[in-house]
């Protein structure tokens, strides 16, 4: 059968960390300013 | 030629992909979108841009680890092609 492919680790890379907490930093001070 | 009959079709590919991983995270992709809708026209039917989606969205299928580290680009590109309100620049002489 088919071998289920699960990767769920999008906090374990330190570079997709900080992207991450960038991105929603910007968005809550868009949502802030409007 | 325009590329934006693609672009619009890469870009809703990678909204669609990105969707799927950021669920922790819903309002990532409304912002995304946002930022899509008020950059340049001009700018969303060219070359750049279709290269920039296709890279990111080859990227975000093979690395999904780092999907925000690709949002987060596309949405720079995006804001430093943000549809700017008409300045009164006198180009009379």
Known sequence: GAVPMEEEEDDDDPENRIAKKMLLEEIKANLSSD | ?93
């Open chain 2, 1 to 93: 030629g325009s590329f934006k009959t693609e672009n619009e079709r890469l870009f809703a590919e990678f909204l669609e992909c990105c969707s799927r991983l950021t669920e922790e995270h819903p309002e990532v992709i409304p912002f995304l979108a946002s930022r899509h809708q008020k950059a340049g026209a001009e700018f969303l039917a060219s070359a750049e841009f279709r290269n920039v989606l296709g890279r990111c969205l080859t990227r975000v299928q093979s690395k999904r680890s780092k999907v925000y580290v690709y949002i987060n680009e596309l949405c720079t590109v995006l804001k430093a092609h943000t549809q700017r309100r008409k300045l009164a620049l006198s180009s009379a002489p």
